[in-house]
């Protein structure tokens, strides 16, 4: 399988890394959407939100970011995305939490 994710959970390419567990990496997003934008995985493969059926990695997922919120800095407020599948806008078919803030985000859909 050919998962930047997966080669950078691997070790195998850079990655700006600011969180690690031994299922759990989080690293710094090349094409940041605010000033903060960590991107969280899981260091197994799983495709998206629609295939996790493992609840207590559901739960070091959501921990991670978390805690990567609270390392950045993001006391004032931040905003945890996952993207599913196609429709949803997934681009890297491997699971992960954008945490984005550092700035007022406003809503997150149009009304």
Known sequence: MDCIFCR???GQ????????SPRVLAFED??????????VVPREHV???WEL??????????LAAA???????????????TN?????GQEVEHLHLHVVGGKR???MLPS
């Not at 390419?13 to 690690?20: D, G, L, N, S």
């Not at 090349?30 to 991107?39: G, K």
């Not at 805690?67 to 995305?81: D, N, P």
């Open 47 to 49: 495709d998206s939100l």
């Open 8 to 10: 950078i959970a691997a």
């Open 84 to 88: 599913a599948r196609r429709d949803g």
């Open 105 to 107: 985000l406003g809503r």
């Open 53 to 62: 059926v493992d609840g207590a990695l559901a739960g070091e997922l959501l």
């Open 13 to 20: 390419a850079p990655a700006r890394v600011v969180f690690e």
């Open 30 to 39: 090349l094409h940041p959407q605010a000033p903060v934008h960590v991107l």
């Open 67 to 81: 805690e990567v919120a609270r390392s950045k800095g993001l006391a004032r407020g931040f905003r945890v995305i």
